[in-house]
Every structure is written in structure tokens, then in C-alpha cells.
Nanobody
């Protein structure tokens, strides 16, 4: 069964940190590059971080230096450590393969507000 389950979101003050987790089914995780995406209200979904099966990473300019993506290939899990959060980071965060598969999880809401 194809499955993506994101967790770890919440409400945090500006400057705070959160760690997101995503458990993926083997058919998605496998040897694929994995990505964290986000969608803010009224905006298109965007890729914020990507990691290959070998651990090479890429980041959107807006999160570079603040977010860190990692993966545990033994657990089919990908993580996103988010530090120095800003109000503009507020969005629903999703994980998926990169390029993405057609199935998406429910996402996890991240709200950065004082």
C-alpha cells in the first residue's frame, strides 16, 4: 500500500524550532530521492528540501541555512529539522519522492506566530 504519514508540526514562535518526520511506504521511499514540500494558503505547493538515497541534499533559497533534511533508510523515514522559523514558513508541510508520486499524505501544519 502506498502511504505517506507526516508528523511533528505545531504552533511555534518566530525563532523557534520544529522537527518533522515522514514515514513512507517502501514503494515510495526505496532508492528514490525524497523531498519536503510546503503549501501556504493561496499559494502553490513548493519544494523546500530534497535528499537523494545517498544523502546529497538541496534546499530552496528561502530555507537554506535554517532547515536540514535527513533520512533513515532502515526506517523508510525522512526528517526535516527547522530552525530559526519565520512567519513566512507557515504552511502545510508534505513529504513525497522527488519527482513526486501522485499519492500525497495529509501533511502536517506548521504555524509560526507570536
Amino acid at each position: 500500500q502506498v502511504q505517506l504519514v507526516e508528523s511533528g508540526g505545531g504552533l511555534v514562535q518566530p525563532g523557534g524550532s520544529l522537527r518533522l518526520s515522514c514515514a513512507a511506504s517502501g514503494s515510495i521511499f526505496g532508492r528514490n530521492a525524497m523531498g519536503w514540500y510546503r503549501q501556504a494558503p493561496g499559494k502553490q505547493r513548493e519544494l523546500v528540501a530534497r535528499i537523494t538515497s545517498g544523502g546529497n541534499t538541496n534546499y530552496a533559497d528561502s530555507v537554506k541555512g535554517r532547515f536540514t533534511i535527513s533520512r533513515d533508510n532502515t526506517k523508510n523515514t525522512v526528517y526535516l529539522q527547522m530552525n530559526s522559523l519565520k512567519p513566512e514558513d507557515t504552511a502545510v508541510y508534505y513529504c513525497n519522492a522527488h519527482p513526486s508520486k501522485s499519492v500525497w499524505g495529509q501533511g502536517t501544519q506548521v504555524t509560526v506566530s507570536s
